[in-house]
Every structure is written in structure tokens, then in C-alpha cells.
T-cell receptor, first 116, second 113 residues
Framework: SAVISQKPSRDICQRGTSLTIQCQVDSQVTMMFWYRQQPGQSLTLIATANQGSEATYESGFVIDKFPISRPNLTFSTLTVSNMSPEDSSIYLC?????????????FGAGTRLSVL | AQSVAQPEDQVNVAEGNPLTVKCTYSVSGNPYLFWYVQYPNRGLQFLLK??????LVKGSYGFEAEFNKSQTSFHLKKPSALVSDSALYFCAVRDKRGQNFVFGPGTRLSVLP
């Protein structure tokens, strides 16, 4: 299994500012994933971050709004830029690990973001 | 395209009674199916998965799930619920060629003492 640490665990931010969320894994992983969980809803994949290449964004998410860095195999950051109240969500970092015949996803505890 | 449905937003059950959290899926080909649990202020934790083989899968904390191919279902079950099982439960699917997991909308389980 993988141990994932996310910082900050929560933050309250003002409209128009940006927040960078850090994700640290205790082992080297090829792919890291960033999800958004809006209040009362399920997880939506924002992007997949591979080390040494540009992140791959899902439909509805763009790099200007959610820039991602992946400087090495154990670390990634997600920035939520020019925030508005609609960005208030839990942001989750995830990695894949092999268990038996397939991969499963391991998640960090999440960053709970409130935008005023 | 893959999709997952969890028809119940909320499930209430008395402590000690059996519980079922329902999940149905749609995927091309044979699926990989997963259950995750999210406790308050925590990330998602893996409970169990179905890949192949026995339709009844046993997982963490006494949970099990039954894969039913004809009904395209993967319901989560536990014979005797605990108050500490109260949490948000997510079903997820991945097809064997796909990279991404698709999560259901989640079901909030409340176990009443």
C-alpha cells in the first residue's frame, strides 16, 4: 500500500486568490491523480500527472485554472487559480498501487477548500 | 463509456442488522469493480475488489460484495452492522482496457444504535 500526505488539510481563501496543494507519496509511482469532490457529490477526475510530461486534463478542466507540477516520482502539486466560491470542494490526491491481479487507487486525506 | 449507479443516497440500518449498499454498473467487456469507504474528514479507503473468479468477494472490516453479471450489480453487504460503519460508500468501475476509475455518486450509510 501507499501512504499519501496532503497539505494543507483545509484552508479558507478569498475570491481571486490561488492555493497550491501538495501531495507526497512514500514510494515512487508513475501516475498521480487529482480529484475534486464537490459538496455532497462523488469524485471527479481533474487530471493525471505523469513525471516528466504535461498533465492530462479531463473534459471541463484546463491547465490555466488547475496547473499541476510533477517534479519527481513521489511528489505533485495542484494549484487552484483565481478562486471563486464554486471552487469550494475537497481536493484529493491519488496514486495507483498493484494489489494482486490489478491496480487499486490509494487516496490522501484530502484538502478541504472553502472560498469566500 | 463506463458508468456506475448507486440508487440510494442514504441507507439507514439498526446496529446488529445486516446491511446492503447497492451498486449497478455499465461497462464494455468484463469489469473491474471496487468499493471504497470515506469516513468524515478522511480520504477514501479501499474495501474490496472484484477482478475475476468467485462472485462473492470478501474485504476489510467484515464487508463482502457479490458480483452478479446478469444483473450488472455489485452490492456491498455486511451480516451485522456496527455504528462505526457509518460513512460514505463509493462503488467504482474500471474496464480492463481503461486507465481511469469511474466512481458512483456515493451512498451515505447510517447505522443507528
Amino acid at each position: 500500500s501507499a501512504v499519501i500526505s496532503q497539505k494543507p488539510s483545509r484552508d479558507i481563501c478569498q475570491r481571486g486568490t490561488s492555493l497550491t496543494i501538495q501531495c507526497q507519496v512514500d514510494s515512487q509511482v508513475t501516475m498521480m491523480f487529482w480529484y475534486r469532490q464537490q459538496p455532497g457529490q462523488s469524485l471527479t477526475l481533474i487530471a493525471t500527472a505523469n513525471q516528466g510530461s504535461e498533465a492530462t486534463y479531463e473534459s471541463g478542466f484546463v491547465i490555466d485554472k488547475f496547473p499541476i507540477s510533477r517534479p519527481n516520482l513521489t511528489f505533485s502539486t495542484l494549484t487552484v487559480s483565481n478562486m471563486s466560491p464554486e471552487d469550494s470542494s475537497i481536493y484529493l490526491c491519488s496514486v495507483e498501487g498493484v494489489q494482486g491481479l490489478t491496480n487499486i487507487q490509494y487516496f490522501g486525506a484530502g484538502t478541504r477548500l472553502s472560498v469566500l | 463509456a463506463q458508468s456506475v449507479a448507486q440508487p440510494e443516497d442514504q441507507v439507514n440500518v439498526a446496529e446488529g442488522n445486516p446491511l446492503t449498499v447497492k451498486c449497478t454498473y455499465s461497462v464494455s467487456g468484463n469489469p473491474y469493480l471496487f468499493w471504497y469507504v470515506q469516513y468524515p474528514n478522511r480520504g477514501l479507503q479501499f474495501l474490496l475488489k472484484y477482478i475475476t473468479g468467485d462472485n462473492l468477494v470478501k474485504g476489510s472490516y467484515g464487508f463482502e460484495a457479490e458480483f452478479n453479471k446478469s444483473q450488472t450489480s455489485f452490492h456491498l453487504k455486511k451480516p451485522s452492522a456496527l455504528v462505526s460503519d457509518s460513512a460514505l460508500y463509493f462503488c467504482a468501475v474500471r474496464d480492463k482496457r481503461g486507465q481511469n476509475f469511474v466512481f458512483g455518486p456515493g451512498t451515505r450509510l447510517s447505522v443507528l444504535p
